[in-house]
């Protein structure tokens, strides 16, 4: 077998750079939840992108933040933990915003990851002009010398995706491929199925609500005679005020999160599926070790 160009790459950036949507874009599927909330991504969630000369693990990490619970805390920890193991790590920022100091900070840091080679990223450029992404480009050029590539690229519209992903497999190191080539990601259906979920249950709620969601998927199983898969999933939430928000009036939210996330879940296991969604109160599980290892943090 010959060997391919195979590697890890990392995408970092402020929260809403478009990290997530950029590694379902590249991968061809969704594999990472997308929100307009900051820190929507919460685990090192790896997508593959399989291709003839080689294959692209992208880990999708958590947006590098000021942490304010043990789980943003622990948040911190894993983005540290992948930026030392990765082949890339690449730098997204905005064509639609200036470079700012938070955008700084993190190009900053990478020095303290000497083994990884930087590639910067100008995302979003379906949404700006084309003065704006000329500006940001000289923007994020000047913040290293060493980039080993400066590419402009929408993920909505694939433009220069393709570019991209060349661009990050020619840096990678030869040697066998480490996944099957039909495989998109390592992560297992009740994860995925989870994130769905949470995806589903971010959508138009208030700011403080995102961070204080988690769910657990406690079964699926199919019935007899097929065609149908049970799915049994509780949505955690820190206290019973954001309990009612979730579930809203006489369960009507309850009941638009749950046709949400069953339209996501059906295509992932190929089946119709029943939904039962429960939501329960677990009281400051961000701050609490106990409660954040039984929730997988």
């Known amino acids: 077998m010959t060997d391919k160009h195979v590697g890890f790459v990392t995408f970092v950036g402020r929260p809403n750079v478009g990290k997530s949507t950029l590694t379902n874009a590249l991968v061809g599927e969704k594999v990472a939840i997308t929100s307009e909330k900051p820190q929507t991504t919460r685990r090192a969630i790896r997508g593959i992108l399989n291709r003839p000369d080689g294959q692209l693990i992208i880990v999708d990490t958590p947006g590098v933040h000021r942490p ?18 990765v082949d890339v790590i690449a730098f997204c920022a905005p064509a639609t915003e200036k470079v700012g100091p938070g955008d700084r900070r993190i190009v900053a840091s990478l020095d303290g990851y000497p083994r990884a080679k930087k590639v910067a990223i100008v995302t979003k450029t379906d949404a700006a002009t084309r003065d704006e992404i ?23 519209t694939h433009d220069q ?29 009740d994860d995925r199925v989870a994130e769905i979920i949470r995806e589903a249950a971010l959508l138009g ?10 769910v657990v998927v406690q079964d699926i199983a199919a019935r007899e005679g097929g065609g149908l898969t049970d799915v049994y999933a509780d ?26 996330a069953r339209a996501g879940i059906e295509p992932l296991i190929g089946t119709r599926v029943f939904l039962s969604l429960h939501v329960r109160v677990a009281k400051e599980w961000q701050r609490d070790p106990k409660q954040l290892g039984r929730l997988g943090f």
């Open 134 to 156: 000329t500006e940001r480009l000289v923007e994020v050029d000047a913040l290293r010398e060493d980039w080993a590539a400066v590419i402009p690229l929408s993920a909505v």
């Open 205 to 214: 709620v208030r700011d403080e609500l995102p961070h204080s969601i988690a």
């Open 68 to 85: 304010r619970t043990l789980l943003g805390e622990r948040l911190n920890d894993l983005v540290e933990q992948v930026l030392g193991d």
């Open 161 to 189: 995706l393709d570019v991209l992903a060349d661009e990050l497999l020619a840096l990678m190191p030869t040697g066998p491929t480490l996944y099957p080539d039909d495989m998109v990601t390592d992560e297992s259906l």
């Open 235 to 260: 949505i955690v939430v820190e206290r019973d005020s954001q309990k009612a928000i979730i579930i809203g009036h006489k369960g009507s939210r309850l009941k638009d999160v749950g046709a949400r």
